[in-house]
């Protein structure tokens, strides 16, 4: 009989850490940071210390007390012997978001991680441009050693390992070579094994499918075994490829169990789509004097399509930054599509260069970048994709009025609200009008409150919900990824609830 155990995820929005069992072998569907366990701890500029490996995310109990970690991140003052081990086969991650992915990085390299196209050069584009938290670096890693008594851990430098990857769908061989690729100075790179699900021996049938989200690359999986499980990942129906998760859903009719996301569990419906964000951003871009900024989730490139074609609409170029561009050229190697070709590419003013950006230039493809005094000159000209991370470039670019428009999450939390204030603070700084939110006063506290129909959620509405779970009709029902598991409990009776690393059954 298959086991289900869920480490986390469930009763918190992110964090997956499932295992299922059987037979004496093993899979986990995901292993995800949880930033809401995280957040009780930590914020901006208190994070777990990287010299003492694993020891804070243990002791906090923020990771699965289990004996499957790294060996280099294990001080001496940290006894794991007699946590359980688990004889793991795979991980199968579903997308490229760190609540499902930002803890793998942590784990012992003995088996592959199974994941689509998209989501395997996401991975590796993230860690190429970025300084890799605890964790987070998925595709390749360094080693620590032990410093004197071993309870501090010290990076070894100029050598990274890569970790074996299954790749869902065939690949090509720019994809493969972007893969083996170090892009790091000086930095040699002991590649990872890359091969396709058609190769991977397992006692478990795993079959992919593509569903709609808010990242490419977004996988569901149907894992067969003397039971059949459905694990749906994130997931939603009214996005551009909503059909895809249709198709999953049907596939997936009657499996013995579903493990189902339910993010807006406890929310109430509400009529969005792409296509309702686009029409709201594109008449009030047709009405913007000066420069446009759109502001978006993280590597959500299917709303920055939807901002480009708004853009082309109005006789506008979209401005992307450094980074998005080197994602895209990253996407590129999955499907073969240049999405670049057409954009602008924003100059930022820095005395520093990167590596990463160099490699892009250089050695993949020629770049249309655009200086701030060019947006300057002629901002009408011009829609560019920032965030609160890069509004600081608008002291460079100095523009003299323009239009905002946030087309992401509200905030749900007191910290996240205050970075809509200091945003607001920018924008009024340098008259911009605001599009999606404005900042308002009540109960005597200042706070964002925002507007409808600029954003479409990454995640099934509750009737999408209860359309997937009666369409599927499993035996069972093991809801994750939700702070609302209860909702599935009074719609559902075969619904098991299950606490933190429990098992089922």
């Known amino acids: 009989m298959t086991s289900v155990t869920v480490y986390d995820g469930n009763d918190t929005i992110g964090g997956n850490k499932i295992y ?37 995310l243990i002791h906090l109990n923020l990771i699965p007390k289990l004996n499957i970690y790294r060996t280099d991140l294990i001080p001496t003052d940290l006894n794991v012997s007699s946590f359980p081990t688990k004889n793991i086969n795979g991980l199968l ?16 390299p003995d088996f592959p991680i199974i994941a689509s196209p998209f989501t395997i050069m ?22 620590k050693r032990q410093k ?17 990857f299954i790749c869902t769908e065939p690949y090509s061989e720019s994809f493969l070579d972007f893969f083996s690729k170090s892009i790091k100075s000086r930095t040699k790179l002991e590649k990872g094994h890359l091969s396709t699900l058609t190769d991977y021996s397992s006692n478990f049938e795993i079959r992919s499918f593509e569903v709609d989200h808010s990242i490419f690359g977004a996988t569901a999986y149907i894992i067969s075994g003397d039971n059949t499980i459905a694990y749906t990942g994130d997931f939603r129906l009214h996005g551009r490829k909503g059909k895809k998760s249709e198709e999953f859903i049907k596939k997936a009719k009657d499996a013995s169990i579903l493990i189902i996301e339910g993010t807006r569990a406890g929310k109430d419906t509400l009529n969005e789509s792409e296509d309702i964000v686009y029409e709201n951003c594109l008449k009030a871009s047709e009405d913007a004097k000066g420069l446009i900024i759109a502001d978006f989730t993280a ?45 602008l590419v924003y100059r930022e003013l820095t ?8 490699f892009l230039r250089t050695q993949e493809k020629t770049i249309n970048y655009i200086s701030p005094e060019a947006i300057k000159k002629d901002p009408d000209q011009f829609m560019i994709c920032f965030s609160l991370f890069d509004i600081k470039h608008l002291l460079d670019i100095k523009p003299g009025k323009g239009m905002y428009i946030y087309s992401s999450s509200e905030a749900f939390e007191e910290e996240s609200e205050f970075d809509f204030i200091k945003l607001n603070n920018w924008l009024k700084y340098f008259n911009f009008e605001i599009i999606g939110f404005e900042v308002v006063e009540e109960g005597g506290k200042i706070k964002p409150k925002f507007s409808e129909g600029f954003h479409a959620s990454g995640h099934a509405s509750k009737k999408d919900l209860k359309w997937a779970i009666e369409t599927i009709d499993p035996d069972t029902i093991i809801p994750v990824h939700t702070d609302n598991p209860e909702w599935f409990r009074e719609n559902f009776e075969n619904t098991v609830l299950l606490k933190r690393g429990q098992r089922y059954p």
């Open 20 to 56: 299922i069992e059987e037979k004496g072998e093993g899979l986990f569907l995901d292993f995800g940071m949880n930033f809401k366990k995280y957040g009780e701890f930590f914020q901006e500029y208190i994070s777990p210390r990287k010299p003492r490996g694993i020891h804070d």
């Open 148 to 164: 004197g008594d071993g309870k501090v851990l010290e990076p070894i430098r100029y050598q990274d390992y890569g970790r074996d």
């Open 299 to 343: 590597r959500n490139f299917e709303r920055m399509d939807t901002f480009n074609s708004i853009a082309k609409k109005i006789g506008r170029t979209l401005v992307i930054t450094p980074k998005d561009a080197y994602l895209l050229n990253s996407l590129e190697k999955a499907d073969g599509i240049d999405r670049i070709k057409d954009l």
């Open 351 to 358: 005395s520093k260069k990167r590596g990463w950006e160099e």
């Open 93 to 108: 991650l579903s997308h490229a978001h760190m609540d499902h992915c930002g803890n793998i990085g942590l784990l012992k």
């Open 122 to 143: 996401l991975l590796k584009a993230m860690l190429d441009t970025s300084s890799a938290m605890l964790g987070s670096d998925v595709v390749y890693y360094s080693l």
